[in-house]
């Protein structure tokens, strides 16, 4: 064997070899993955009418859910966004299983990990979701209730309302996914408590004289009676 | 429609049922806490039976909500010693008494609820509600509130009243122009709490499916009287003379009582479409009793909170009303919260078209039913303070002159509803 072949020819075969060996692999892995893409579309297609025609919509409507996901910015129907989210699961499935097709133990590994960590990643996003509509929808309530009782800083209480739930929910979804679980529900109870503190310190101190008129109007009824009887 | 499950009444009560068998007349007393004027209530229900009805067999139920104040002790030892006082002399028939905690939501609709149950296993002829507030009930209510219905075969008889001119705001603002408007009958007080009805249109209600509703609670006043209407019973009315009750608790809720009984009129608007689209105009009912002026008493009120209250709402919810409210009175209002006390207005054009936008973002579901309704809130305080300021110094007739025109515009402007409802 001169010094050409174990050089240049040799390795070359080799990898011809390999490539011989990988290319019906990697065929079917495209194959799984384009046949994915085609069966997620089609599933999102026939996911799309089932869900119209057993008028799952109407129920989002009547149910409330329709409008909390409007406010919350989202212009999908409920039907829709259902369907969407059906495809785009099939698409990521038959990705995974396209990509164990290739047999590359490295791949294999960190999909693997990364299809055990997709629940997480799945529950976290729903988490978040639903904190922010909750957030707002609870935020819009505290508004609604502060004005009917007369307080001045509705608007600030409201906000109040609505990013705790949101930090809440964030904080939810971190632990959800692994991420600095102790941390982060500590700074959560740092910022929180925090908050409450400072609150509890500048309406102690702020409000000793508006609490004081409050008290003395209300002891010796200076304010205006309002006896109007509504119903 | 089928009947309805009937609610479990307590062995007690089923025993004193087995035991009147039947009854011709009812009277129902719903009741929470109230012992200081309950006595003076079952007085007068008692001595309206003995002198308006001696020879039918009667009945008076209080139906309670759990009173810690021994209302039900009040209304099972309250009774009229002295018949000669209520010039009464002749024979009287057998008076039944039965008190029971009611089952369900707390609220008047349930109380409600267990008082037509009752009257249904009694199979009365006849029957009535009156309120357990009231300071000015007569024995002649009882005589005004039953007899169009057992002599004159009416099935509905709802109450009129002399009220102060700011006694029955949201009645006179909303509920009674509004209920005219859509049904095209002149009934005054549609929510005034003291209604007559027929046994059959007692078991007519209990058919309906509306116990875990707002009809539960303060809604059950404008169910009772739309439902009669729509269902084409005889309604009429009777002058009862002068309303006057015990002060409501000063902590209970503006925004919660006003948000069950409009939630309630908007959601007989959806049950009645076909009825209330088909009225072209609207016709006085048949009205029993004599009728006379009588003096009240006053009424304080507080305008600059009221505008407080107003404007604060206006700088605060205008971003939710925009979602519904047309651009024209959005920025109506954003000129209203800065008027001062003495030019401040809302005229009714404004008032009926933010009522008929309410209505139809609460038929269309634009956003949270609840934080819709409340968030009329200070548009109605609002509206409550124009009208105080316009009618400051107009006397009773001047008051029902204004009360008929704002129904009138009520009348004129039902397109907007007819053109955006489908």
Redesign the interface.
């Known amino acids: 064997m001169n010094m050409y072949e174990t050089i240049i020819t040799e390795p070359f075969l080799k990898f011809y070899e390999k490539l011989l060996l990988f290319l019906p692999s990697f065929l079917i892995a495209i194959f799984i993955l384009i046949a994915g893409i085609v069966f997620g579309f089609l599933l999102k297609n026939l996911f799309s009418r089932l869900f119209k025609a057993i008028g799952l919509d109407k129920v989002s409507?009547?149910s409330?859910v329709l409008?909390l996901m409007k406010?919350g910015g989202m212009e999908y129907s409920l039907s829709v966004l259902s369907a969407r989210l059906i495809g785009w699961l099939t698409v990521i499935i038959f990705a995974g299983i396209s990509m164990s097709a290739l047999k590359i133990p490295a791949v294999e590994k960190l999909l693997e990990r990364f299809l055990l960590y997709l629940p997480n990643i799945f529950v976290a996003g729903l988490i978040i979701l639903l904190g922010y509509l909750l957030g707002n929808?609870f935020g819009?309530?505290a508004?609604?209730?502060?004005?009917?009782s007369?307080v001045?800083f509705?608007?600030f209480l409201s906000r109040v309302v609505k990013y705790t739930i949101f930090i809440l929910s964030l904080t939810m979804a971190l632990e959800q996914l692994g991420i600095g679980k102790e941390t982060v529900i500590i700074a959560f109870t740092i910022i929180f408590g925090g908050i409450v503190l400072a609150l509890a310190i500048s309406f102690g101190l702020g409000g000793r004289d508006l609490a004081k008129d409050y008290l003395e109007k209300k002891i010796k009824c200076e304010?205006?009676?309002?006896?109007?009887?509504?119903? | 429609m089928a009947n309805m499950q009937s609610i479990i009444f307590r062995e007690d009560v089923q025993a004193r049922i087995d035991e009147i068998e039947q009854a011709d007349i009812l009277v129902g007393i719903p009741s929470y806490n109230n012992a200081r004027t309950i006595g003076h209530v079952v007085k007068a229900v008692q001595a309206g039976f003995a002198k308006y009805f001696p020879d039918r067999k009667c009945v008076l139920v209080n139906s309670d909500g759990g009173s810690t104040d021994g209302t039900m002790d009040i209304v099972q030892n309250t009774t009229v010693e002295d018949y000669q006082s209520v010039l009464l002399s002749h024979r009287v028939s057998p008076f039944f008494k039965l008190t029971t905690p009611y089952h369900g939501i707390p609220g008047k609709g349930s109380a409600f609820r267990t008082i037509f149950e009752i009257a249904d296993a009694l199979n009365v002829k006849g029957c009535a509600v009156v309120d357990s507030d009231l300071r000015s009930i007569t024995p002649e209510w009882v005589e005004l509130l039953l007899k169009p219905v057992i002599q004159s075969d009416f099935d509905y008889v709802a109450p009129l009243y002399s009220r102060h001119k700011?006694?029955?705001?949201?009645?006179n603002s909303i509920v009674y122009p509004l209920t005219r408007a859509l049904y095209g009958k002149r009934i005054r007080q549609p929510?005034g709490?003291d209604f007559g009805f027929s046994g059959r249109l007692a078991k007519f209600y209990l058919t309906k499916n509306v116990w875990e509703t707002d009809v539960a609670r303060?809604g059950i006043d404008i169910w009772m009287t739309t439902t009669a209407i729509a269902n084409n019973f005889r309604v009429c009315q009777s002058f009862l003379g002068a309303k006057i009750?015990d002060?409501?608790d000063p902590g209970s809720?503006?925004?919660a009582?006003?948000y069950q009984?409009v939630s309630a009129t908007f959601d007989l608007m959806s049950i009645y479409p076909d009825v209330w689209k088909n009225v072209k105009a609207t016709e006085t009912v048949p009205a029993f009793g004599f009728q006379y002026a009588v003096g009240l008493e006053p009424?304080?009120?507080?305008l600059?909170?009221?505008l407080?209250?107003f404007s604060?709402?206006v700088r605060?919810?205008k971003d939710?009303w925009k979602d519904f409210l047309p651009q024209e009175i959005l920025a109506f209002l954003d000129k209203a919260e800065g008027m001062k006390k003495e030019e401040f207005n809302i005229p009714e054009e404004v008032w009926v078209e933010i009522i008929y936008c309410f209505a139809l973002a609460a038929h269309k579901?634009?956003?949270?039913r609840?934080?819709l309704l409340?968030?009329l809130?200070?548009l109605y305080i609002g509206r409550?303070a124009s009208f105080v300021i316009e009618t400051w110094n107009s006397n009773a007739q001047e008051v029902e002159e204004k009360i008929e025109r704002l129904c009138r515009v009520f009348e004129e402007n039902k397109n907007i509803l007819l053109n955006k409802w489908d």
């Open positions: 409507e009547r409330g409008e406010k929808f819009r309530a508004l609604i209730a502060a004005v009917n007369g001045r509705s608007k304010e205006k009676r309002d006896d109007i009887s509504h119903l | 700011y006694d029955g705001t949201i009645t929510i709490g303060f009750h002060p409501k809720d503006l925004s009582m006003l009984v009424v304080s009120v507080n600059e909170k009221m407080e209250r604060l709402g605060e919810l939710i579901k634009i956003m949270d609840e934080h409340k968030s809130t200070p409550t």
